[in-house]
Every structure is written in C-alpha cells, then in structure tokens.
C-alpha cells in the first residue's frame, strides 16, 4: 500500500484525492494547501490529516507525493520531494520557464527516484485504442495528423495572467497528445494566435484562439487547433491519417441518444468540460502511475516528455509573436546543458 500525500486541494486536486483513496494500492494519508481550509476539508473527507507541504515531503512514511499547486511551485516542490527520496506525479507543465525545467529534470534524475507528469490525455481510452491502431499498422504509415481541442468558455482573465499563456497552459496537453502519437519531436513550429474570443485575455498579453502546425523529419504533420470557446461543449477530436486509411476519435457525448425526424437528425452536445470528459482518464493515470512505482512497469509520462511538450509551447509562442517559423533546435540550443 502507498501511502500518498497530496499537494494541492483546489479543484484538480480533489479529481486526484478521489482516484487516490479508490485505488486499492494507495492510501490519501496527508493533504496540503496555501487555503488551510481546503486542506483541512478535503482531507477530512478522505480520512487523511491536513499538513504543511515541506512536513509530508520530509515525513519518512510517506512514500510518495501528487504536486497540484500552482505552476510556479512545480519544479521546487519536485526537487524536494525526490531529494527526499519520494516518487512524484506533477500536474503539467512542469514549470513555466523552459530553462527553469530542465534544470529541474537534471536535480530530479540525481536522487534516482521516479517522477510522473500529468498528461492524463494519454489514458484516454479512445486515445489508447487510436494509437494502437497506428502503431499495428492498421492505417499504414501515419502522414498527417489532426488535434482538436476547444474549451466551452475561457477561464477568468486572471487566471490568463498568471497561467503562462495558452500555448503552455491549455496547449501542452496536445503537444504532448502529437508527441505520444507520432513517437518523436517535430523539427519545426509555426503559431498562429489571436484574441478574438475575448479582447481582455489580448490586453493581458495572451490569445484564446490559436492554430499550431509542426513537420517532422521524415516529412509527417501535424495541425493543433485550440479555442477558448466553444458554445456547445468541451470539443475534444483527434484524426491521423495514414497511407491505407484514418484513424478518428470523436467526442464523448452527454447521451447516445439520435433524433432522426422529417425535420432532420439531432442529437447530445459532447460533454461539458474536462472534469465529465476525462474523470476516466484521470483513475487510469494514477493506476499507471502506482503500477510504475511498485516496479510492474516503466513511468509511462516521464520528466522528460514533460520538458518536451514545454519546449514545443516555448517554439510556439515565439513563433506566434515573430510570425515566423521556429526550429526545435534554436529553442533546446540555449538551455542544452
């Protein structure tokens, strides 16, 4: 049994604190947070004690931590935490300085011990099975891939202030969806963004619309298309296409149920937002994650990727500001140690 403590007790927190305590191999035994009242609350939910976040790191009965604070605590607390010989799981994105991140990655990967980023797109089922597909080459080579992914209605413009830009903030999850798909990094980046969805998240220096394209070496694309809007639900497709076919994932839907009148053909609106759409992919996660820490497998999302999808939304925000193209290799050049 693992026994966990838990970093962090606003909302993505309190998806994490349920996967934990239902697992059968992981005990929510500590919880923390900057609102001492969310940490005392959710963790009397779950049986657990209400604790400052250096005291679980430093409490030898711990055998592992989940980070859910805010960004620019990930990389310190990541430090700490396997400096004290624990394993982690981090919410993306590792930092919101690239250099930053790396230097993070090169400290973690000392002390040996394992470190997961929360890509939890990854576990998916509908994803799994299209990357599967792929990989048994049941649509040939894969040659163009697309990645949709639309939010019902943009965050508060505040929160846009602190959040590193969509490119790092709702972006990373595709960069990161491309990487685990096509199995290698793009040797180029073009961005295109606006704020055509809100003009206060422009005036804060952001954009809520954005279209990303990235070549491959061996002469793949692939198309991101992110929007901070979209009136009828969380919009969340994947399409690759390949030499001897394609590959679709659609959405997930309120309901399954068709309307087919003289009037036409009706039916639900995908789901809400990501807490109805990926709740699946969140247990799955933790149970990969708790797998890889008891030895049964390899750390499915490392350190590393999460380092990788970081650089991909560094090259796509300085292309989005110059207008012009960026190479992967100008964006790692600077911090490559």
Known sequence: M???????????GRVHAQAIAAHPHSQLCAVSDAIADA???????????AR?????????????????????T?????????????????????????ERAMACQAAA??????????FNRRFDPSFTALKSAAEGGEIGKPELLSITSFDPAPPPVNYIKVSGGLFRDMMIHDFDMANYLMGQLPVQISAVGTAIVDPEIGRAGDVDT????????????????????AVYGYDQRIEMLGSDGLL????????????????????AKP??????????AYRAEWDAFVKAVQGETAMPVTLGDGVAALAMAEAATRSAQSGQPVAMADVLKPVAK
Do not use: W
């Open 210 to 229: 954005a279209v990303v394209t990235m070549t491959y070496a061996d002469g793949m694309i692939a198309v991101i298309k992110n929007s901070r809007r």
């Open 74 to 98: 990930h990389s310190d607390l990541i430090e700490a935490a396997t400096a004290a010989g624990k394993a982690v799981l981090c919410e993306k994105p590792v930092d919101l300085s690239l």
């Open 109 to 118: 990967a000392e002390t040996g011990q394992p470190v997961m980023v929360g």
């Open 248 to 267: 679709q994932a659609h959405n997930i839907l309120e309901n399954a149920v068709v309307k087919s009148t003289a009037n036409g053909v009706t039916g």
């Open 52 to 72: 400052d976040s250096m005291e679980i790191i430093a409490d030898p009965s711990i055998d592992a931590v989940l980070i859910a604070t805010p960004t620019d």
């Open 271 to 280: 789901t809400y937002f990501f807490l109805e759409r990926y709740m699946p």
């Open 2 to 12: 693992l026994r966990i403590g838990l970093l962090g007790a606003g909302r993505i």
């Open 39 to 49: 940490a005392e609350g959710l963790a009397a939910e779950h049986g657990a004690t």
